[in-house]
């Protein structure tokens, strides 16, 4: 599952996210986590790990581990909640997944999907993040951003789903 044409693609409905972890499981993928790219104008809201956690130092959309039980909805909602302190209204497209291995060396696939949040918009940091910037297409090479993120936010940008 991926995007389409390298766009966003339009979520709509449970089944739409039971193919994303079915396709995952039939790659042999069974750990699952989600990442919320949260828009402000042409500007994404990206978070640094925090230096002497797993992948310190690097900048990255909100995002984290499904839990038992859990839909991928809820894990948007719950994570970026934990991470922010901000509350999603709606997840609004998908823009692709990667995989990469766990600090235990488990194999996870992340989902990526692009939400609108509350009013107002007052970040509060979570103990796993030391900084947060909202960040231009323009200026995102600055951070030196990882393959995933630049694959992930060029979907984005491409989708033209830039909030005013």
């Known amino acids: 599952m991926g995007t389409k044409n390298g766009k966003t693609e339009q ?9 994303l972890l079915k396709a995952a499981t039939s790659d042999g993928i069974n750990r699952f986590s989600v990442g919320a790219v949260i828009s402000k104008g042409k500007k994404v809201l990206l978070f640094r790990r925090e230096k002497n956690d797993f992948l310190g130092g690097i900048y990255e ?3 984290g581990g499904i839990e038992e039980g859990e ?5 948007i909602k719950r994570e970026i909640k934990e991470e922010t302190g901000l509350s ?4 609004i497209g998908y823009v692709g997944s990667f995989d990469y291995s766990s600090e235990n060396g488990g194999k996870t696939r992340q989902f990526n999907f692009t939400v609108t949040v509350r009013s107002p918009l007052v970040i509060h ?3 796993e993040h030391d900084d947060y910037k909202w960040v231009t297409q323009e200026d995102f090479h600055r951070i030196n951003p990882t393959k995933e993120m630049v694959e992930i936010l060029g979907n984005f940008w491409k989708g033209g789903n830039c909030t005013t």
Not at 11 to 19: C, L
Not at 88 to 91: A, E, I, P, Q, R
């Open 61 to 63: 959309i909100p995002g």
């Open 88 to 91: 999603v209204k709606n997840v």
């Open 125 to 127: 940091l979570s103990t």
């Open 71 to 75: 839909t991928l909805v809820d894990c």
């Open 11 to 19: 979520v709509s409905g449970e089944n739409f996210y039971m193919k």
